[in-house]
């Protein structure tokens, strides 16, 4: 299993009139955390459609246990639990700056081929790439 930890600071942008970090925002938060753990992987998400593959989102589960607010210092952690076939799997929790879990979900995305438009299996040079980290 690869895993994975960035921070990210919440902007106030991003805080609904409660205060707290509008729900919409965490697939964003997922989206930060998965990017820049391809990258701790070797790997980008432009790299990848240079290759000619692409990975929309298949799945997304979210669950909300605390709420963050304006300036907190979240701690996001991405783990991949598995080598992926034609899906790869992400999994995401979210810690305040007091390392209280606050969200947790998971993402699956789906390889396809950008010409056709048609699902395909990892590349080859992905999951070496994935293997080494």
């Given at each position: 299993?690869?895993?994975?930890?960035?921070t990210l600071r919440v902007r106030y942008a991003e805080t609904d009139q409660m205060g707290f970090v509008y729900y919409?925002?965490?697939?964003?938060?997922?989206?930060?955390?998965?990017?820049?753990?391809?990258?701790?992987?070797?790997?980008?998400?432009?790299?990848?459609?240079?290759?000619?593959?692409?990975?929309?989102?298949?799945?997304?589960?979210?669950?909300?246990?605390?709420?963050?607010?304006?300036?907190?210092?979240?701690?996001?952690?991405?783990?991949?639990?598995?080598?992926?076939?034609?899906?790869?799997?992400?999994?995401?929790?979210?810690?305040?700056?007091?390392?209280?879990?606050?969200?947790?979900?998971?993402?699956?995305?789906?390889?396809?081929?950008?010409?056709?438009?048609?699902?395909?299996?990892?590349?080859?040079?992905?999951?070496?790439?994935?293997?080494?980290?």
């Open positions: 299993m690869f895993s994975f930890e960035t919409g925002n965490y697939p964003q938060y997922y989206e930060v955390a998965r990017a820049e753990a391809m990258r701790k992987m070797g790997m980008s998400y432009r790299e990848m459609e240079e290759q000619g593959v692409v990975m929309p989102i298949a799945d997304m589960h979210i669950k909300y246990i605390r709420p963050a607010h304006y300036d907190d210092l979240l701690t996001i952690k991405t783990y991949v639990p598995e080598i992926p076939g034609s899906r790869m799997h992400f999994d995401y929790e979210i810690f305040n700056e007091g390392g209280k879990l606050i969200n947790k979900g998971y993402t699956v995305l789906a390889f396809i081929k950008k010409e056709t438009g048609r699902p395909c299996v990892a590349p080859d040079w992905f999951l070496n790439k994935l293997k080494e980290a």
